[in-house]
């Protein structure tokens, strides 16, 4: 059974940063994309950032504030989110999608990321 487990949300006032990490437990496929996503009061669920071996992927909303970043040999990743808004609070999610057998899509709990003006 795959697990993720988050760390590092709390709350910040405008213009601060905080480091989000998610490590991945159990047996994962190898080939997979990695990465966050987040979910406002009132809006849907939104990608936020991934990481593969393709490259990195972002929400244009979070470009040159934000980075993804994975420390494969332990299937953590990290988003290092700087220049915060309060437009940024949300419920952060990890997720992490299997690009092979059995192609499992798996979820963090979410941990909150509140940004004060």
């Known amino acids: 059974q795959v697990q993720l487990v988050e760390s590092g949300g709390g709350l910040v006032q405008a213009g601060g940063s905080l480091r989000l990490s998610c490590a991945a437990s159990?047996?994962?496929?190898?080939?997979?994309?990695m990465g966050w996503y987040r979910r406002a009061p009132g809006k849907q669920r939104e990608l936020v950032a991934n990481?593969?071996?393709?490259?990195?992927n972002y929400a244009d909303s979070v470009k040159g504030r934000f980075t993804v970043s994975r420390d494969n040999a332990k299937n953590t990743v990290f988003l290092q989110m700087n220049s915060l808004k309060p437009e940024d609070t949300a419920v952060y999610y990890c997720?992490?999608?299997?690009?092979?057998?059995?192609?499992?899509?798996?979820w963090g709990q979410g941990t909150q990321v509140t940004v004060s003006s």
């Open positions: 159990g047996s994962i496929f190898s080939v997979n994309i």
């Open positions: 990481i593969s071996r393709g490259g990195t």
């Open positions: 997720n992490l999608k299997e690009l092979g057998p059995p192609g499992g899509d798996y």
